[in-house]
């Protein structure tokens, strides 16, 4: 499968726990709201360390102008949700700042997605091609399993 096809499969993935997260909010259920962050911070530990040590040196490497201007910005991005998420692994969901914090992340993360696959992505494909991107694929695999990027691994 192609690295921008996993990619685009587990940003659909978190979508779907943060719609579950907002679910638990609603429902004031802070045992939910613990364990669907737990599965949230799984993924962005995981996520953007694929992104970060396979991806992103593609995109760099491929000598395309804005494929590479397009990397600082996601890198940066990708520094506040790791803030964010490592100031919510220390707070509980009974704190006053918990959700907020929370809905902060989620509309980064959200951010973040869309320009990837609607700037980031589209040029990947051009870029690098079906070969190139299927040879990432499978070393996003090999390196961190299977299941990344599958629906079903949820």
Known sequence: MKATTLLRNDH???????????KAEKA?????KTSVFD????????????????????????GNKKGVDEVPEALEEHVVVKFLRAQLKNLKPE????????????????????????????????????ARLRDLGARI???????????EAR
């Not at 914090?101 to 494909?125: R, Y």
């Open 95 to 130: 704190d006053e700042t918990y959700d907020a914090k929370v809905t902060v992340l989620i509309e980064c993360v959200e951010h973040h997605a869309v320009e990837e696959e609607s700037e980031m992505f589209p040029n990947a494909e051009k870029t690098l091609g079906d």
């Open 39 to 62: 599965e949230i911070a799984r993924e962005l530990h995981i996520h953007p360390k694929v992104e970060e040590e396979i991806f992103y040196p593609a995109m760099r490497s491929a």
């Open 28 to 32: 004031d259920d802070n045992e939910k």
């Open 12 to 22: 659909s993935a978190v979508k779907k726990l943060f719609r579950a997260y907002e």
């Open 141 to 151: 695999d090999f390196i961190f399993g299977e299941g990344f990027g599958s629906q």
